[in-house]
Nanobody, 115 residues
Framework: QVQLVESGGGLVQAGGSLRLSCAAS????????MGWYRQVPGKQSELVAD???????DYADSVKGRFTISRDNAQNTVHLQMNSLKPEDTAVYYC?????????WGQGTQVTVSS
């Protein structure tokens, strides 16, 4: 089993920044992908960004140039630096870890961007 604990959400004004963190523990193997989805009520969840254990990254078009994902393999943590936040970034952000056929999820952290 893998446990994921997120931190760093909150309320920020448009144009501001937040940094989300996700710490993984448990049966973590060397090769995996970690990342973030976000969910707005009534809308389909969206993959925000992900990063492989090799450091390959992928971003949603809506966040390219504003968000940066990084990871510390030694600490089994992943971070999402979110800059130039917009009201449309408001959502619950979920950390995930994909390992083989298994995917594990964090509990979610609310990000609210006021206009």
């Amino acid at each position: 089993q893998v446990q994921l604990v997120e931190s760093g959400g909150g309320l920020v004004q448009a144009g501001g920044s937040l940094r989300l963190s996700c710490a993984a523990s448990g049966s973590i193997f060397s090769f995996n992908v970690m990342g973030w989805y976000r969910q707005v009520p009534g809308k389909q969840s969206e993959l925000v960004a992900d990063i492989s254990s090799a450091g390959n990254t992928d971003y949603a078009d809506s966040v390219k140039g504003r968000f940066t994902i990084s990871r510390d393999n030694a600490q089994n943590t992943v971070h999402l630096q979110m800059n130039s936040l917009k009201p449309e970034d408001t959502a619950v952000y979920y950390c995930y870890l994909a390992r083989g056929r298994d995917t594990y999820w964090g509990q979610g952290t609310q990000v609210t961007v006021s206009s």
